[in-house]
């Protein structure tokens, strides 16, 4: 038997798992899908922002997955892979164990770079953060003790960061939290980002939408700062580099993301960021049985950024996309075909529900980068159904895996 082995089972990972298993027909019995990944759990992470505010717990935004890999006859191999040797087609794994590999998927996600700014670690104990489970429930602590004894709050992204737009649903979220616990008045509320403008979300923004920003930003009353970066946090005051200084008592920084440790420990596939190198196909440059999916492809921002730097967003919807791609490019080589299947990240529709604290506004575009045909900002000021309906989805569709559906 020969190995297709996917690293991460998450949104990329866990959707090429499936497609690849489900297209394989006759070439059943050649190949054994095998998925590496630390986790036996999916998790649906765009709702960890709420869970600092008690609206979901962790619980209630994952399932395991082993059930359905068992199901589909996908073997599960629950480790961390520590690098991936892509001369001898071998995948090395933390317990010290080797797994080879016809064809490899690489859909680890990020890591992280706290090392960035003194005091941005999640042990400095300054600074909150809900990229993971564990810290969205230490800043899930951090605001019950804010709401006990109010103050100053900064939430924002430092100089570097890609993932502006999750920073600002937790932003709307704290501001109708704090209105409902009633201590909103008491809470000075700072918003601090390194795009040029409010909305830009790293991909230039989209029509209307700073606007749309202002207007939010102006009606909750949070005062905010663009092209801002961040000299040094100290123990109560965060200071930008023009000198601005702004007191907290509680705060939230989304930091930049580089590749997960197995890519930087394997640097034949990466780039200096740790992130893998592609074709419009998600095959990598050289190692042609090598493909990756999700958050762990290199994308260049694709406008010039003049001031403080910041990164492309990878979202749920292009990683899910990304991940079929693979999926349906692996099989074509299985079955001898030549042509691969090509789509620009950039080229992938916007497909997005922002979450603005019981409000919400849908990004929906042709392409994620300019030119676009078609974009659009729909602004539901209502309720935030569409973000909960999504996640049910999302929550449903890869617990029954159907991992075909949009
Ligand atoms: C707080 C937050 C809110 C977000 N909100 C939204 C939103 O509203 N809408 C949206 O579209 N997107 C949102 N995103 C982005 C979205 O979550 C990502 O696009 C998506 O998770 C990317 O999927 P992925 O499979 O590439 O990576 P991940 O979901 O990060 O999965 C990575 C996988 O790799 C595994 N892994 C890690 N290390 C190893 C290793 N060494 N060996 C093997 N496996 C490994 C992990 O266990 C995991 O299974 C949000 C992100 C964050 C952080």
Same mark, same amino acid.
């Given at each position: 038997m020969k190995n297709i082995v996917i690293l991460g089972s998450n949104f990329a990972g866990y959707t090429a798992a499936m497609q690849i298993q489900k297209g394989l027909g006759k070439h059943n019995a050649e190949y054994n899908v095998i998925v590496v990944s630390p986790s036996h759990d999916f998790l649906y992470?765009?709702?960890?922002?709420w869970v600092p505010f008690g609206r979901r717990k962790v619980e209630d935004i994952r399932f395991d997955l082993r059930p359905i890999f068992r199901k589909k006859h996908i073997d599960f191999v629950q480790q961390a892979a520590k690098s991936v040797d892509p001369d001898s087609n071998e995948v090395l794994l933390e317990n010290g164990d080797s797994i080879a590999y016809e064809y490899l998927v690489v859909a680890t996600g990020v890591k992280m770079n706290f090392d960035i700014l003194d005091g941005l670690k999640p042990e400095d104990n300054k600074i909150s953060n809900i990229v993971i489970p564990k810290l969205a429930l230490k800043t899930y602590d951090a605001f019950e003790k804010l709401v006990k004894d109010p103050g100053p709050v900064v939430v924002g992204a430092t100089q570097?960061?890609?993932?502006m737009g999750a920073a600002y649903e937790y932003l709307f979220n704290m501001d109708k939290e704090l209105r409902r616990r009633k201590v909103r008045d008491k809470v000075k509320l700072y918003w601090i980002t390194?795009?040029?403008?409010?909305?830009? @979300?790293?991909?230039d923004g989209m029509p209307g939408g700073e606007s749309m920003l202002k207007a939010f930003m102006k009606m909750y009353n949070i005062e905010w700062i663009t092209d801002a970066s961040i000299d040094k946090i100290e123990d109560h005051k965060i200071i930008l580099k023009t000198g601005e200084e702004l007191p907290y008592k509680m705060a939230m920084l989304m930091p930049p993301f580089e590749g997960a440790d197995v890519m930087k420990a394997s640097?034949?596939?990466?780039d200096q960021k740790g992130f893998v190198e592609t074709t419009a196909a998600y095959q990598h440059l050289t190692y042609k049985n090598v493909f990756a999916a999700g958050l762990a492809v290199k994308v260049a921002v694709p406008f010039e950024i003049k001031n403080t730097p910041f990164g492309v967003p990878k979202t749920g919807y292009p990683s899910d996309v990304t991940g079929k791609i693979v999926a349906k490019n692996i099989l074509r080589l299985i079955n001898g075909k030549k042509k691969l299947i090509e789509k620009e990240w950039g080229k992938i529709p916007a497909v997005c529900v922002m979450d603005a604290g019981h409000k919400e506004v849908y990004l929906l575009a042709n392409h994620l980068f300019k030119p676009r045909q078609f974009a659009i900002m729909i602004p539901?000021? @209502?309720?935030?159904l569409g973000k909960v309906a999504l996640e049910k989805y999302f929550i449903w569709k890869n617990k029954h895996g159907y991992a075909h559906l949009p």
């Open positions: 992470v765009p709702s960890l922002i570097g960061a890609s993932c390194p795009e040029p403008y409010l909305g830009n @979300f790293g991909i640097p034949k596939l990466v539901n000021i @209502f309720n935030d």
